[in-house]
């Protein structure tokens, strides 16, 4: 949000087996542009949602049949 008005959406979804689904949306382009900001806090977001897949694989074990 930008001076409380939402300019991008961004939903990340982990999951147990380290899989990542992203979902990111600009809803107002010349606000989301025009600062660093938003940059900056999705690349933190993105980063995050990263490690935490990461950290899921390595702790992820496959179910014996």
Do not use: C, W
């Amino acid at each position: 949000m930008i001076e409380e008005a939402t300019v991008a959406s961004l939903t990340l979804s982990v999951y147990e087996t380290g899989d990542l689904s992203v979902q990111f949306n600009i809803v107002d382009p010349q606000r989301f542009h025009a600062t660093e900001d938003s940059k900056t806090d999705l690349n933190e977001l993105i980063s995050q949602a990263i490690e935490t897949s990461k950290e899921k694989f390595a702790s992820y074990t496959i179910p014996q049949n």
